[in-house]
């Protein structure tokens, strides 16, 4: 795997970006072989810009309106070719030049018949356009600095990219780096577009306007596993056409095709009180119930540290206990505000499990409970629930009451796994104190 970062646009390229880069991608596990910043090859880009001058396929432009521009021209409508620079001598150009008066380097889009810039991409099928639509649009900025168009394809060639896989939006710029390709008689890779992300109301994400959403960090602080955002990014305009959803990531290899990408753009589903996507949700609850306890146990306990909150069980009662809670959590971060009773004391009563409480005769029935168990030699699942049962008839309880009753009192939750799993989990201490309590 290459990472390489497109930083020739000075303006937009900061410290703090490109950790975030670094940041999601190891947080991902999409590590990579090799590493390029294209501000480290100018020498290459320029070197290969000037090679397509010498070739006779671009020419300075020392127009003012053009200068530091890179795809448009004068305004008052679309603009397509310079005439008067296209046709400026050789000798006059170099004198410009040498008396260092600016310029813009321009491809020369060739225009002396009817030609039609074609190529076969891989998800949107063949792709044509007329080179009379096509601007003579820059290499080289005024400053010296290579445009996106000229870098992007002085790097495909030299690192010997054999794919390009982007968004649709760059669909355009296509025929552009076909051009500047065949000037350097270089072959083209395949071309693959994917159809873009977009909020609810259609827009177009972006890091300006959507922030939180378009962070992979925010789902690596919202407590996700990054194999089931993986998952989730997948699934946003592609599927296997099999109606699977949650994949591991070698599935997710072993499936992968260009076939199986949508044409249209996928909606992220997110409103202001929520950033992240329901669907990501529901995937990353599924992943953190399948995966082996073994490895969910540890990335449990950090983010419970993480939280600062102690773990009362020792290395041999914790895996257990994270198999028992994560039957009904979503995220990591449920584990130390959902299941905050089973670390510490101070926990917060939901209504809904205080409703549960206050029904006839439960607050009585759950003291009563704990005594006798207290009482009793074994505290086991079975034994808590046999005296459970027992007692609830004796007092003509339905066991409903006394098994969602003692959830509430020993959790403060109204939903969570079974009240007797919840028992053994806590211990007997702990669960005898809680009960005296209600």
């Known amino acids: 795997m290459i990472l390489r970062i497109d930083d020739t646009d000075v303006e937009r390229n900061t410290d703090a970006s490109l950790q975030s880069i670094f ?6 596990g999409l590590t990579w072989d090799e590493f390029y910043r294209q501000s480290d090859r100018l020498e290459l880009h320029r070197e290969m810009a000037w090679r397509i001058f010498a070739n006779g396929h671009a020419y300075r432009d020392f127009t003012p309106a053009h200068q530091g521009e890179e795809d448009r021209g004068a305004a008052g409508g679309p603009w397509l070719f310079n005439q008067e620079a296209r046709d400026l001598s050789a000798e006059e150009s170099q004198r410009r030049a040498d008396a260092g008066e600016p310029f813009v380097l321009r491809f020369k889009v060739p225009r002396d018949a009817p030609r039609y810039i074609k190529f076969p991409d891989a998800v949107y099928a063949t792709q044509s356009k007329s080179v009379n639509d096509i601007e003579d649009f820059a290499l080289l900025r005024s400053n010296g600095m290579p445009t996106y168009h000229m870098a992007s394809c002085a790097d495909d060639i030299d690192i010997k990219i054999t794919h390009v896989i982007r968004g649709q939006d760059h669909l355009s710029n296509t025929f552009k780096h076909i051009l500047i390709m065949e000037a350097l008689g270089a072959l083209a890779p395949v071309f693959a577009h994917l159809p873009l992300l977009v909020a609810p109301d259609g827009a177009k994400l972006s890091k300006r306007k959507h922030g939180p959403v378009v962070s992979v960090m925010t789902y690596e602080a919202a407590g996700f596993l990054p194999q089931a955002y993986i998952n989730f990014l997948c699934l946003l305009g592609w599927s296997p056409k099999d109606n699977r959803e949650q994949m591991s990531r070698q599935q997710l290899i072993d499936v992968f095709s260009f076939e199986g990408i949508n044409r249209s753009n996928a909606v992220v589903n ?17 992943h953190l119930r399948a995966m082996p306890i073994e490895e969910l146990a540890p990335m449990v306990r950090e983010r419970v540290e993480r939280a600062g909150l102690p773990i009362p069980y020792t290395e041999a009662e914790w895996p257990a206990v994270v198999d028992v809670l994560r039957t009904r959590l979503s995220t990591l971060n449920d584990f130390a505000v959902l299941a905050r009773a089973y670390f510490v004391d101070d926990y917060e009563m939901v209504p809904k499990a205080s409703d549960n409480l206050n029904v006839a005769g439960a607050r009585e029935a759950l003291r009563e409970l704990g005594a006798r168990l207290a009482a009793t030699e074994e505290f086991t699942e079975a034994s808590i629930e046999a005296e459970l049962r027992k007692l609830a008839e004796e007092r003509g309880l339905k066991a409903g009451v006394l098994i969602n009753g003692s959830r509430a009192a020993l959790t403060g939750q109204p939903v969570g796994p079974s009240a007797f799993h919840v028992f053994t989990a806590l211990g007997r201490g702990r669960s005898l104190e809680r009960l005296a309590k209600v």
Do not use: C, T
């Open 23 to 28: 940041d999601g991608l190891n947080w991902l």
């Open 270 to 286: 997110f409103s202001e009180a929520d950033p992240i996507d329901p669907k990501a949700h529901w995937l990353n609850s599924q």
